[in-house]
């Protein structure tokens, strides 16, 4: 039996998933944003008990096949501006202007590099590009460029960047302390869009210090635990790569990345042609659709707005979520995009917090017991959570504290249901919420968005670390064409390169799935399509048409079986006891309380009620049904709309 272990390190809370099979199993522990490595081996310790009953750490990682791992450590480095200071070096004196065609793309590119940029002519000599080489890579240092990307346009751009870092790395060895830090955008990705590859090439070098410092600490670590296989990154793409074969880019939202891969394995389970992800965390809630069993991307997706040579997920982050800070601004009740994280936290964690979440709202409106949160790991402090809303909300108001507690769940559904409208909705449009505060609050949402229909699924808590388990060993490759190219010499370049690089992977290579596609834009259009032999392409490219051959190298690995197939039985489902939850109308309601867990599949119910499942709490509003599946996941239904 394989046994692979998915890790997704979020800003509140970090997941550990393990897959034994068809067998799942899985914790959370709270993230440690000042040392994430300690939260990452917290994580696993924790795993090893719920496995073995008892603490054993060793065992578990050298008895598990693969651990990968996404992170937001590379994301909230962006979001903070915390990096090196950059230096670009060109030989185009508008690239800087082309990079800020934008008012998003100025601001960032002011926060990365500022005045540390120089232009080049390596139209000279040798002796004299060396020269100026020199003063020139002097003057970025001067100006506090810890970091120099080099991008070259035009038809022999990669050459002559190939030519730049020859000089370079004579002039400024690595061995020396001296040393700076050199990317080169052609290394990176080759793109013929100048500032689409250089914008790549900025964002990787401004990411890459701190993921590589905590990346490689990790690695090395749990190579001292002699795991059997070096650590794997998921990647923004839905593969999974070495540390040493993973591009600090490729990180950026790659945790939500992995609820989208689940989604589609979801979409594909149960038949659903519309699926919303809406992977609700501490700080965001972030939207993707899978259409048709189809991961909705953008072949040069965007970051922090501003555009990349890379395919991204289409996924939109909203600043809303468990951590969200709930206050009075301008009058007004307004939900983030600050967000406590897990340190402080919710007022209600105890740890020194002193503003108002919707955990705490839950909290004090009785739909959350204070002694089972995380499965009862962590008990809440209801008084704190008063205070917090009396000082931060009621009292501003000048309302009673279970006015203000209905006013702040409305404004807050109102904002989930906002970041859900983002997306164009059908009437066939189901939603699939997961995340730790996705099911919460989901029904209420759905209703203000005009969707009936909600799959929670019973991973739901761990789901984004879960998705991460659809993800196979993978390297993509892109090369640009030219009339006089020789297409099958490109191809086999692109395969060796391929082959060496999944080689370095440790994996069979003739067990990898090779795949070739052809890009070919056309003015502002551009046009994607599947190639079973790359001799084609001559079929395909017309005269004026800018095209690259692109390569993908697969090794699977073993993914979980997900969906509602199996025959289920017919019951009403059984509530575990009661709760006293306060109601939209300032009033109290016994509701009944389901456990997940106990209900055999087929079980159904309707609301008002409490369900409560592993990690999470959700309020199944009135006129609202649900129902358990085969799988075990959680199937929800406004009857009002019907």
Not at 81 to 99: F, H
Request: aromatic share 6%.
């Amino acid at each position: 039996m394989t046994r692979l272990i998915n890790i997704d390190n979020g800003g509140t809370l970090t997941d550990i998933c393990v897959v034994d099979g068809d067998d799942v199993r899985y914790t959370k522990t709270l993230t440690t944003p000042f040392d994430l490595s300690r939260c990452l081996f917290d994580g696993l310790a924790k795993a090893s008990t719920l496995l073995y009953g008892q603490e054993r750490l060793a065992s578990l990682l050298q008895s598990t096949d693969y651990i990968r791992y996404s992170t937001t450590q590379g994301t909230n480095a962006l979001v903070q501006r915390k990096g090196p200071r950059l230096g670009l070096l060109t030989t185009d004196p508008t690239l800087v202007e082309a990079l800020a065609a934008t008012s998003e793309e100025e601001d960032l590119l002011s926060a990365l590099v500022g005045d540390r940029h120089a232009v080049i002519d390596v139209g000279v000599d040798d002796d004299a590009l060396a020269a100026e080489l020199v003063a020139r890579v002097n003057a970025l240092a001067a100006r506090g460029a810890g970091r120099v990307v080099v991008a070259i346009g035009g038809e022999d751009g990669a050459e002559q960047e190939k030519r730049v870092k020859r000089h370079l790395l004579r002039l400024y060895p690595r061995q020396l302390l001296g040393a700076i830090p050199l990317l080169f955008s052609w290394e990176l990705v080759a793109d013929r869009d100048d500032a689409r590859r250089t914008w790549s090439a900025l964002l990787n070098a401004f990411l890459h210090p701190a993921m590589e410092r905590f990346l490689f600490n990790a690695e090395s670590r749990l190579r001292e635990s002699r795991t059997r296989r070096p650590l794997l990154i998921f990647r923004n793409d839905g593969g999974s790569s070495r540390v040493a074969k993973s591009s600090a880019l490729k990180t950026y939202s790659s945790g939500p990345r992995g609820g989208l891969e689940g989604t589609r394995a979801l979409a594909s389970g149960y038949g659903f042609g519309h699926l919303l992800m809406a992977d609700v965390g501490g700080t965001t809630t972030d939207v993707g659709v899978v259409t048709n069993g189809a991961v909705q991307v953008e072949h040069r997706g965007r970051v922090a707005l501003v555009p990349t040579s890379f395919e991204i997920a289409a996924i939109t982050s909203h600043g809303v979520g468990g951590s969200s800070v709930i206050r009075m601004t301008g009058g007004e009740i307004t939900v983030g995009p600050d967000s406590v994280g897990a340190a402080p936290g919710p007022a209600c964690f105890g740890l020194g917090g002193a503003d108002a979440t919707i955990t705490d709202v839950y909290l004090c409106m009785g739909l959350l017991d204070p002694h089972t949160y995380l499965d009862g790991s962590m008990t809440l402090d209801v008084e704190r959570s008063r205070k917090a809303v009396q000082a931060t909300v009621a009292d501003p108001l000048g309302v009673p504290l279970d006015a203000a507690l209905v006013r702040m769940e409305g404004a807050y559904l109102d904002r989930v249901a906002r970041a859900l409208q983002t997306e164009p909705l059908t009437p066939d449009t189901v939603i699939a919420a997961f995340g730790g505060a996705g099911p919460m609050t989901v029904c209420g949402a759905a209703e203000r968005a005009g969707i009936r229909t909600v799959i929670i699924p019973r991973t739901a808590a761990v789901f984004s670390a879960f998705g991460i388990g659809f993800s196979d060993i993978s390297q993509h490759y892109e090369a640009p064409l030219s009339a006089v190219d020789d297409v099958v010499t490109v191809a086999e370049q692109l395969r060796q390169r391929a082959r060496r690089d999944m080689f370095a992977e440790g994996v069979d290579l003739d067990a990898c799935v090779e795949s070739f596609r052809l890009s070919i834009t056309r003015g502002e259009e551009e046009v994607l399509m599947g190639l079973a032999d790359p001799r084609d392409v001559a079929r395909h490219v017309r005269d004026r048409d800018v095209a690259s051959l692109e390569l993908s190298l697969v090794s699977p690995l073993p993914h979980v079986a997900i969906g509602g197939d199996g025959q289920v039985g017919d019951s009403e489902a059984l509530a575990t006891g009661s709760r006293s939850v306060l109601d939209g109308i300032g009033g109290t309601a016994e509701l009944p309380v389901y456990a997940l867990v106990d209900q055999p599949p087929g079980a159904h119910g309707k609301g008002p009620a409490v369900i409560e499942g592993p990690f999470f709490t959700m309020r199944l509003p009135e006129g609202w049904r649900f129902h358990t599946t085969a799988a075990g996941d959680l199937l929800l239904s406004d009857e009002r709309s019907s």
